[in-house]
């Protein structure tokens, strides 16, 4: 059974930092492109950012680029999220996912990932 499971959001105040993981379980870990995605309340889920399996490659939002920096450790099966100079819109709850597709690809669709987790919620109140 596969497991992604977040941990480490909260409240912070803006301009502070944050970071979350997911420990992933019951896959190859190595063998999967990973992302993150928030959705903020009243609004669609919207992709954050992703890495390629090897952690190669990534890719960010334009929202969070120069700001947010993700991380993998295959050895450990978990992806990191580390948020700097966080603002109020970064108010959401914030998923992991994993997506199997080929080694170099870094996915930002939605719909190229197969598995989800059920997320942690991070706070920047205004």
């Known amino acids: 059974q596969v497991q992604l499971v977040e941990s480490g959001g909260g409240l912070v105040q803006a301009g502070g930092s944050l970071r979350v993981s997911c420990a992933a379980s019951g896959l190859p870990f190595r063998a999967y492109a990973m992302g993150w995605f928030r959705q903020a309340p009243g609004k669609e889920r919207e992709f954050v950012a992703a890495i390629s399996w090897s952690g190669g490659g990534t890719y960010y939002a334009d929202s969070v680029k120069g700001r947010f920096t993700i991380s993998r450790d295959n050895a450990k099966n978990t992806v990191y999220l580390q948020m700097n100079s966080l603002k109020p819109e970064d108010t959401a709850v914030y998923c992991c996912?994993?997506?199997?597709?080929?080694?170099?690809?870094?996915?930002?669709?939605?719909?190229?990932?197969?598995?989800w987790g059920q997320g942690t919620q991070v706070t920047v109140p205004s």
């Open positions: 996912a994993a997506a199997r597709v080929p080694l170099s690809d870094i996915p930002t669709s939605q719909s190229e990932y197969v598995y």
